[in-house]
């Protein structure tokens, strides 16, 4: 069965905090990874990620793949209030078959 | 702004009634998935559609259908609501062999 497993579940920091979101899959016929942030509904995409090593940035956050070890991992440095969100990975496994997403990682940004 | 629109956006439904919900895509794109997403959870697979026919189908049972239409807007219709049916329903358009990178803001269900 394809799964995606983020961690940490929940985290909260301190305006100013550099954070590290992890995700982690074990999926058949991958194709991209992506990131998303979701607020109050919609997820908004964030990046994707095809290739080993190759670090995606925007702004304060980064995010980069490691296709032999099955990982990802979202970086965002000098946090904000509003970032405080759910951030979502999700696999997408082949053309036209649907994300894989796992759970999110809730962050709370507090002044 | 995705310009992918779901309607309505909040929705009370009794056990055993039937639901439509509805979402338009964004422009261009013809392919529609949509997605559940209970409190806490990630968002789960239910179907996708291309071109008006189902183009794969997540682990939802048959009183969960869809359509799509000529223009590429689609319904996702539910039967025989239940309690765990309460959730966010999520839309995403694509083009066909892109990722999913534009949701609609949702229809919040509460079954009672």
């Known amino acids: 069965e394809d799964k995606v497993v983020q961690s940490p579940l929940s985290l909260v920091v301190h305006e100013g905090d550099t954070v590290t979101l992890n995700c982690s899959y074990e999926v058949t016929n991958f194709r991209s990874l992506l990131w998303y942030k979701q607020e109050k509904k919609a997820p908004t995409f964030l990046f994707m990620l095809?290739?080993?090593?190759i670090e995606k940035k925007s702004g304060r956050l980064s995010s980069i793949l490691d296709k032999k070890e099955l990982f990802s991992i979202l970086n965002i440095t000098a946090t904000q209030t509003g970032d405080s969100a759910v951030y979502l990975c999700a696999v997408l496994i082949s053309g036209n078959t649907p994300l894989v997403f796992g759970k999110g990682t809730r962050l709370s940004v507090i002044a | 702004e995705t310009g992918v629109t779901q309607s309505p956006t909040h929705l009370i439904k009794t056990r055993g009634q039937q639901v439509t919900l509805r979402c338009s895509s964004q422009s261009g794109h013809n392919t529609v998935s949509w997605y559940q997403q209970a409190l806490g959870q990630g968002p789960q697979f239910i179907f996708q559609y291309y071109r008006e026919e189902e183009n794969g189908r997540g682990n939802f049972p048959p009183r969960f259908s869809g359509l799509q239409f000529p223009n590429y807007s689609s319904e996702l219709n539910v039967n025989a609501l239940e309690l765990d049916d309460s959730a966010l329903y999520l839309c995403?358009?694509?083009?066909?062999?892109?990722?999913?990178?534009?949701f609609g803001q949702g229809t919040r269900l509460t079954v009672v």
């Open positions: 095809t290739s080993s090593g």
């Open positions: 995403a358009s694509s083009f066909t062999g892109g990722p999913e990178a534009f």
